[in-house]
């Protein structure tokens, strides 16, 4: 019942930014947290960076000084600016979503994922 559109990757060089951009829609009461996730190579998926309701927000170490996490809570939807880009920022990254719907149930949502890939 919870949908998310996930937008803005791209092929960029090094140094490069893209602003990455997560809508979620359906039958939504309320939203508590919005996070973009990445999956290196033979490792578990990764918080990137996240943001609550509160506009509370959180970074990986490796990020904090190029990325911003942002939202608007009127249209559901979080926005990921990320600067200084790196070949190691190569990934495949994903729009996580907490919600709760119309029928009163908290549930997670993913979504399908958008490709960031930086040349050197």
Known sequence: QVQLVESGGGLVQTGGSLRLSCAASGSIRSIDFMGWYRQPPG????????????????????????????RDNAKNTVYLQINSLEPEDTDVYYCRVRARTSAQRMGIYWGQGTQVTVSS
């Open 43 to 70: 490792k578990q998926r990764e918080l990137v960076a996240s943001i609550t309701s509160d506009g509370s927000t959180n970074y990986a170490d490796s990020v904090k000084d190029r990325f911003a996490i942002s």
